[in-house]
């Protein structure tokens, strides 16, 4: 099964802790949506007319999913999950997307944006789009930056 990562999951060090035998496809990305950092702190996803989120396409088996299922509390329903058109390489694939239960914006925990804004960096995601990133670590922006090598 593929799966599109956008937010932590995007961190290659992060993922094969979690599954070990997850295999990365690459960059991909998923039109008229957009990147958000919910109330809970962490990355989703909402629907947005003319917007694009940025992200890694991962290959999973079974033991990986159920993994990643646990991961993103699937049971305590932090997130749900869907099947959604992404693009790579310009082809059109069908992959699982992770959404939160939360769609209102929020502050990220403490560390969550500067990892993936570093993932993002990382694989080569586009400048803008990381910029953009690094805009939700507000208050903390420097702290952010820092994190991920942006500034010294």
């Not at 070990?20 to 109330?39: I, K």
């Not at 509390?73 to 959404?99: E, I, W």
């Not at 939700?136 to 090598?149: E, K």
């Amino acid at each position: 099964m593929l799966h599109f990562a956008y937010g932590s999951n995007m961190d290659r060090a992060s993922m094969l802790r979690r599954c070990p035998g997850a295999c990365a496809v690459g960059p991909a990305r998923l039109d008229h949506w957009g990147f958000v950092v919910t109330r809970d702190g962490y990355a989703s996803i909402v629907q947005r007319p003319g917007g694009v989120v940025h992200g890694v396409l991962w290959r999973l088996s079974a033991r990986e999913l159920a993994a990643l299922n646990a991961y993103e509390s699937l049971d305590s329903g932090l997130y749900r999950r869907r099947m959604l058109a992404v693009s790579r390489d310009g082809r059109r694939v069908r992959a699982l997307v992770y959404l939160a239960r939360e769609a209102r914006a929020g502050r990220p925990k403490p560390g969550y944006q500067a990892l993936v804004v570093a993932a993002a960096r990382a694989w080569d995601l586009p400048a803008g789009y990381v910029r953009g990133l690094e805009r939700w670590c507000a208050s903390r922006r420097d702290v952010c930056l820092r994190a991920t090598g942006a500034i010294q």
